[in-house]
Nanobody, 134 residues
């Protein structure tokens, strides 16, 4: 049974940093896509960042580019989202999502990373809350 567990959400002041973690069980990060999405109350879920675990290619939403960094630790089966310079518009529930490992070609996977669409991910975590105070 596949499970994705997020952790690291907290309340920080604007300008602060947080590191979110997404650890998988029953599932190995191997040649698949892992992404972070977020959803604030009353808003649609939006993509934040994605990574292809087969080679490390990544993509970011314009709103997070330069501030957030997605990375992987295959030995720990964990993907991280380092969030720096947090802004008042960043608070949300942050979700980790993953595609099926080995289910697509490299070219297809890079397309999924590029599009950052929630509809292309098969597995989801329960979310971790990020709050930013000004």
């Amino acid at each position: 049974q596949v499970q994705l567990v997020e952790s690291g959400g907290d309340s920080v002041q604007a300008g602060g940093s947080l590191r979110l973690s997404c650890t998988a069980s029953g599932y190995t990060y191997r040649r698949n896509c892992i992404a972070w999405f977020r959803q604030a109350p009353g808003k649609e879920r939006e993509g934040v960042a994605a990574i292809y675990t087969g080679g490390g290619a990544s993509n970011y939403a314009d709103s997070t580019k330069g501030r957030f960094t997605i990375s992987q630790d295959n030995a720990k089966n964990t993907v991280y989202l380092q969030m720096n310079s947090l802004k008042p518009e960043d608070p949300a529930m942050y979700y980790c999502a993953a595609t099926d490992p080995g289910s697509m070609t490299v070219f297809q996977a890079l397309g999924v990373v590029h599009r950052l669409s929630q509809y292309e991910y098969n597995y989801w975590g329960q979310g971790t809350q990020v709050t930013v105070s000004s």
